[in-house]
C-alpha cells in the first residue's frame, strides 16, 4: 500500500484532496471493492469477518467516538469521515499499479515513483534521523561545534529496529540506510510492491533490507519495532470505501507494531497536522472509554503521544486557509 502519486512538481497550482468523481466508484463497483478486501488469500483471513471490523463500526455509529483533544484544527469538524471513497483505496489499484512498475523495472531499469517526491521523502529521511537521534532516551553527547561524532551516530542508528509500513518500491527503506539505520524491514499487501523492492534493494546493494508481504490491517508480525514509519499508507486507507472502519483498524493494528518508547512517523498528503493529532486524540479517547481489554492489555490508557511535526514543508493558500502539501507528525508509543 503505497502513498498518493503526486502531479509533476512543478506544478503551480495547491492541490486539493483526492476525490472521486461520481462516475468513477457507482454502488456495483462500491459492492465489487468491498467484495475484494473479503476475498481470503494465502496472505491471511479476510478483513471484514475480523472482530475487529465489528467493534470500528460499532464504535462509529456510536456518538462518542470524537474524544475531546487540545489540538485546534483548520476545519469546524475533523475529518476523520471525509475522505471520498477513490481507487487509490482498493489493493485491485495498487496491484495493478505495482505490476506495470515491475516490468518497465525489467525491461527498463525503472525504479518506479517517489511517493510525495524526492525532495519530500529527502526531508521525512533527514528529520527523522535528527529526531531518533535527539529524543531524550536515545541523545548523544555532541563535540564542542555541535556536531555528532559519525561513529556514535553509526552504532546508534543501527540498534534501531525500522519497519516501513505499505512500502511501495522501498525506496523510503534504501535511503534509511544511507544514513546509518541497518534493522529495516518493509512491508506492503501488494505482492508486485513487494517483488519490485526486493528487485531494486538487491540492484542498488540493500539486499539486507527484509521485504515481507503483509496488510497492516491484519498483520502477521509478531515482532515490535523502534521506528515505524507510515508515508501515505493512511491516506490510502482512508479512500478505501470503508475508509473510517479502517482507519480505526489502522491505529489498533500500528499500536501493536510500535514498541514502547517507539516512535511512529506518519507522512499524508490528504490530512492536516492538527488533524492527524485529533484522530490520535479519538483512538486514546476510545482506548480509555473501553470496557474490554485493548490490544491485550489489562490496563487502559493512552497509548500514543504527539511528540513533533516537520515544519520545513513550504506553505500554500487554498481557499482561504494556509497550509502545506504534505505534513510529516511523529507519535511516542507510550
Known amino acids: 500500500m503505497a502513498g498518493l502519486r503526486w502531479p509533476p512538481d512543478d506544478s503551480d497550482l495547491p ?9 468513477l466508484i457507482s454502488d456495483d463497483d462500491r ?8 476475498i481470503k ?12 471490523h465489528v467493534d470500528a463500526a460499532e464504535v462509529l455509529s456510536s456518538g462518542n467516538f470524537q474524544a475531546a483533544s487540545d ?7 475533523p475529518d476523520v ?7 487509490l483505496g482498493l489493493q485491485s489499484y495498487w496491484d495493478a499499479s505495482y505490476a506495470d512498475d515491475l516490468a518497465n523495472f525489467h525491461e527498463h531499469g525503472h525504479a518506479g515513483e517517489v511517493w510525495f517526491g524526492a525532495e519530500v521523502m529527502d526531508t521525512v529521511v533527514a528529520w527523522t534521523k535528527s529526531l ?17 561524532a559519525s561513529d556514535d551516530i553509526s552504532n546508534r542508528l543501527s540498534g534501531w529496529s525500522v519497519l516501513d509500513i505499505g512500502t511501495g518500491n522501498g525506496l523510503l527503506l534504501q535511503e534509511l540506510a544511507k544514513i546509518g539505520f541497518s534493522d529495516l524491514t518493509g512491508t506492503d499487501y501488494s505482492e508486485g510492491a513487494i517483488e519490485l523492492s526486493r528487485n531494486l534493494a ?22 515490535k519495532f523502534q521506528l515505524v514509519m507510515d508515508k501515505g499508507t493512511l491516506d490510502a486507507i482512508g479512500l478505501h470505501p470503508d475508509g473510517p472502519v479502517k482507519r480505526l483498524m489502522y491505529w489498533d493494528s500500528v499500536a501493536k507494531l510500535v514498541a514502547p518508547s517507539g516512535i511512529l512517523v506518519i507522512t499524508s498528503c490528504n490530512n492536516t497536522k492538527d488533524e492527524l493529532l485529533q484522530e490520535m486524540e479519538s483512538f486514546n479517547g476510545k482506548r480509555l472509554g473501553s470496557n474490554d481489554q485493548v490490544l491485550g492489555e489489562a490496563s487502559r490508557g ?13 506553505s500554500i493558500m487554498f481557499a482561504g486557509v494556509e497550509g502545506t502539501r504534505v505534513c510529516t507528525v511523529a507519535f511516542l508509543r507510550k
Request: aromatic fraction near 10%; proline fraction near 5%; glycine fraction near 4%.
Open 15 to 23: 492541490q486539493p484532496r483526492a476525490q472521486a468523481p461520481a462516475d
Open 31 to 38: 459492492s465489487v471493492a468491498a467484495d475484494s478486501w473479503s
Open 41 to 52: 488469500s494465502e496472505y491471511g483471513s479476510t478483513l471484514d469477518d475480523d472482530q475487529r
Open 71 to 77: 489540538y485546534s484544527s483548520d476545519k469546524d469538524e
Open 81 to 87: 469521515n471525509e475522505d471520498e471513497p477513490s481507487m
Open 132 to 148: 531518533c537521534l535527539n529524543l531524550p532516551q536515545y541523545r548523544i553527547a555532541v563535540d564542542n561545534n555541535g556536531k555528532y
Open 202 to 223: 538487491a540492484r542498488n546493494g540493500f539486499s539486507h533490507i527484509k521485504f515481507l508481504v503483509d496488510d497492516v490491517l491484519d498483520t502477521k508480525l509478531d515482532k
Open 302 to 314: 493512552s497509548l500514543f503521544k504527539y511528540i513533533d511535526h516537520v515544519r520545513t514543508y513550504p
